[in-house]
């Protein structure tokens, strides 16, 4: 789970990798309430990837020997012969691989982004990803972390990774602030990415794990049958729970919840990632603290070797688990002790479409019914330190949103699964916070349930009520909040729908990944609409987002904050509300629709906080340039929650690429501050150039489709090519989530930096090279800046690098 803000200044060094729901430190705690929420745990960490690429010159590229193809080739074809070239002699019977089914075109760029997975022995490398962009024949760019050793022997693990860990562990040790040593020797977990503390007895199933790297694990421990996962997913259960109590139980009777276990093998035709068609998935029921079945297949996983700089292949269990406040995506390894090598929590992610769930015609919408109407804090009003309610529209887009944002077919309502059958009416409308691309509703339970949850309902869809939280007696202050659900939910809904809107008409659309329930047949995997939880009863002071793979339901989790009274609710801050959204935007184009698993810890996981940072920033900016602080409402702190606020000024934000090497920013949060800074630095450069679009919306497109370019778009010869956004605001936004889609899984700074500065290039013809460039190398991210010992949660020696390609030099 991303998690929004960081914990509370003891914890400082920590903060962002644990969510806790503490009272903002800094905040006038002598008005904030003394409640004090359930800290969530999370998990966040795997091995770094040192032969990885990502390559956007073409001289890098020809130098493959891979020439371009003609240009009237299939995208898939280039690709294949692609990834045989940067293969040639690796591949053999044993070592293969598979372009995944989620690739697609992109509508704007006309770019085909191919996703592919490596197998090798039959079994998919979990972390084996590459990433192909191709137009006219030619690859433009491409990423890739494929494992370029040997083939073992099928079912065998090197024997020099006993301990897989022993480099990380290692180079974590050597990296950690002295007084986190003692965390660190006592429970390697709490260097990892939590606080709360493991019980000792989990101690003995951690055998070789960092803090005794010393002693072997026993030869008798070895006798376990490999083949059988449960111990290896108990062992995770017994890390993961985030109750003490249950994890100790866990161990206590370890061979009975063991056997109570039940698992069936599922056989999928085509896998739901695309990976490889052969594969079996196992379901397991009665896992303790699961909430729903767990998914469990054979993978390899890349494991560094000694000396850091290539890796070898390591056989792991690969778990999908559902939790109450996590998803996780993790790596336990299949030898005795079931080390736990990688985790991600997915809580925080064509001219060859997927065939759509049906090929009939889309039963047209009858007639749009009025549109409904809201009293709520109107888009671009941040929160309600900066405007007043007023009441406004569904103004929906009506390329993103067909039907509005209150109608979806029955037969993709999770309220009347089946139901389509039995009536005959395709399309429902609804008279609730009840649509195709968001399920809003009140959650004060924390539960996981959301289909019967309350949410405001008018026949007459005007959404409109009161709101006037009085100041109250701390311990009334929660039911205090609660009276002004109709309002919180109805803001949630507006501010999500318009959101769903904005990043479409970027290019955040079906077959990119986005998030809706019906896809109007133009591809991609859909029931996937955000369910978001307005006032979610699981924390206080800060919101989260799950991102699962395409086709899968997104949820965020709102929460109110206890810095004054009356409480504020962050439902009503729409920074935060952007934010969380944007970890659902960010997940889905890394790496593509169905691998949720590109932007989980280190640079990567931190660029996945910066995105929603910037993206939240870009919005509430207008032509006057201000500072903006993140979430300063909500927190009741004019700086916000961030180290800095956002800033031209170099003594309001220090932050540069080099930021990344101090104490205390090794959590996502702080380093994703340094990337938004970065790139709030860069849209400025843009805007001096280019000017600002008073409204980040493009134009309405006319009735047959066409996209008129108005005052928005630059002007095209002869209405052909891209779609270029022409003010440098507008144009930083497109640029940003092409670069999404563009960069390699599990991403650095440079590849992201290198992913806009191409996305310009394939856009634009380059026109923007040196302004992009001056940008990055402003806060140090020049061609020049460079990383040393990069370790995989953020760590290692950075140069800053201030220079501009010789091309930009003035002279
Ligand atoms: C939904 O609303 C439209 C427009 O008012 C109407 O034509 C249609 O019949 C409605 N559908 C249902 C199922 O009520
Ligand atoms: C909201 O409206 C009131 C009354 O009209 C006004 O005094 C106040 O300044 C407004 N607040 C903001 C933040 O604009
Ligand atoms: C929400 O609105 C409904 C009317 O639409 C009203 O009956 C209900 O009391 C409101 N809830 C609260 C908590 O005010
Ligand atoms: C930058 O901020 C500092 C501290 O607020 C201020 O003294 C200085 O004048 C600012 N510089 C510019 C160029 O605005």
Redesign the pocket.
């Known amino acids: 789970m991303r998690c929004l803000l960081s914990a509370s200044l003891a914890l400082a060094t920590l903060a962002g990798t644990v969510c806790a729901h503490l009272p903002h430190s800094s905040s006038s705690s002598s008005s904030s309430g003394s409640v004090v929420g359930k800290r969530r745990k999370t998990l966040g960490f795997g091995p770094s990837h040192p032969h990885a690429v990502f390559r956007s010159s073409p001289y890098q590229i020809k130098t493959n020997g891979f020439t371009p193809q003609d240009p009237a080739m299939d995208p898939l074809e280039v690709a294949r012969i692609f990834v045989e070239d940067v293969l040639s002699e690796r591949l053999d019977k044993a070592s293969s691989y598979k372009i995944r089914q989620d690739s697609y075109t992109d509508k704007n760029t006309g770019v085909t982004h191919v996703y592919v997975r490596q197998l090798v022995n039959g079994l998919e490398v979990q972390d084996g990803d590459m990433n192909i962009n191709i137009k006219d024949g030619i690859v433009l760019s491409y990423g890739s972390s494929f494992y370029t050793g040997p083939t073992p022997a099928p079912f065998t693990n090197p024997s020099s990774s006993a301990n897989p860990h022993s480099e990380f562990c290692q180079s974590l040790k050597d990296e950690l602030p002295p007084h986190l040593e003692l965390a660190f020797t006592s429970n390697s977990q709490v260097a990892m990415g939590t606080l709360l503390s493991i019980p000792p007895a989990l101690m003995h199933l951690h055998a070789d794990h960092c803090v005794s790297l010393s002693s072997p694990p026993p030869p008798e421990a070895f006798s376990e049958d490999p083949a059988d996962f449960r111990s290896a997913l108990l062992k995770f259960m017994a890390t993961a729970t985030p109750s003490a109590s249950t994890a100790e139980d866990i161990l206590n009777n370890f061979g009975q919840y063991r056997d109570e276990m039940v698992f069936d093998p599922t056989h999928h035709f085509t896998s739901p990632s695309g990976v490889d068609e052969h594969h079996v998935e196992f379901e397991v029921r009665n896992v303790p603290e699961a909430v729903n079945p767990v998914k469990a297949r054979l993978a390899y996983t890349q494991v560094p070797t000694a000396d850091g700089t290539s890796a070898e292949l390591h056989l792991v269990w690969k778990f999908e688990v559902e939790m109450q406040d996590n998803w996780y995506e993790t790596a336990v390894s299949v030898s005795y002790p079931h080390n736990i090598i990688s985790v991600v929590d997915w809580a925080s992610d064509s001219p060859m479409p997927i065939p759509s769930s049906s090929t009939a015609p889309i039963p047209k919408y009858p007639s749009k019914p009025d549109p409904a109407t809201y009293n709520v804090f109107a888009w671009g009003i941040n929160d309600?330190?900066?405007?007043?309610r007023s009441t406004v529209k569904e103004n929906f887009d009506s390329l993103a949103s067909p039907v509005g944002w209150h109608a979806l077919p029955y037969g993709n309502d999770p309220a009347f699964k089946g139901a389509r059958l039995v009536g005959k009416e395709f399309w429902r409308n609804t008279t609730t916070t009840w649509g195709n691309n968001v399920f809003a509703q009140e959650n004060w339970e924390g539960q996981n349930s959301y289909v019967n949850n309350y949410r405001p309902d008018s026949s007459s869809r005007e959404f409109d009520y009161k709101y006037k939280p009085k100041e109250t007696e701390k311990g009334d202050a929660l039911e205090e909040a609660q009276k002004y659900i109709n309002t919180t939910v109805a803001q949630l809904f507006y501010t999500s729908n318009l959101v769903h809107d904005l990043y479409y008409r970027y290019g955040f659309d079906e077959i990119s990944g986005n998030f809706q329930q019906y896809n109007f047949g133009r591809g991609g995997a859909e029931n996937d609409a955000v369910i978001a939880n307005a006032q979610d009863g699981s924390g206080y002071n800060n919101a989260n987002f799950m991102t699962p793979p395409d086709g899968q339901n997104g949820r965020m989790r709102m929460y109110l904050w206890n810095t004054a009274i009356p409480y504020r609710d962050g439902d009503l801050e729409a920074g935060i509300v952007i934010h969380e959204l944007s970890h659902g935007l960010s997940t889905r184009l890394t790496g593509g629709p169905a691998n949720s698993g590109c932007l989980g810890w280190g640079e990567s996981g931190g660029m996945g906080e910066g995105w929603g940072d910037f993206l939240a920033t870009t919005i509430r900016s207008n032509k006057e340039y201000s500072d903006y602080a993140m979430g300063a409402w909500a927190a009741n702190n004019e700086k916000g929650i961030r180290n800095f606020v956002y800033s031209l000024n170099e003594t309001v934000n220090p932050s540069t690429y080099k930021t990344l090497d101090k104490p205390g920013y090794w959590g996502v949060h702080a380093i994703g501050e340094v990337w938004a800074e970065i790139l709030w630095v860069v849209s400025q450069r843009l805007i001096e150039k280019h000017g600002y679009a008073d409204d980040l919306f493009p134009p309405t497109p006319s009735e047959n489709g066409d996209v008129p370019e108005g005052d928005f778009y630059k002007p095209r010869k002869g209405g052909k090519g891209p779609l270029v956004p022409k003010h440098g605001n507008s144009l930083i936004v497109q640029l940003v989530l092409d670069g999404m889609k563009l960069q390699s899984c599990r991403p650095s700074f440079f590849d992201a930096r290198d992913a806009i500065i191409q996305a310009d290039q394939i856009l634009t013809g380059g026109e923007n090279f040196c302004t992009l460039w001056k940008g990055f190398a402003e806060r140090g991210l020049g061609p020049d800046a460079k990383v040393e010992g990069r370790t995989p949660w953020g760590g290692g020696v950075r140069t800053n690098g201030y220079k501009v390609p010789l091309a930009c030099e003035e002279y």
């Open positions: 309600p330190s900066v405007g007043n």
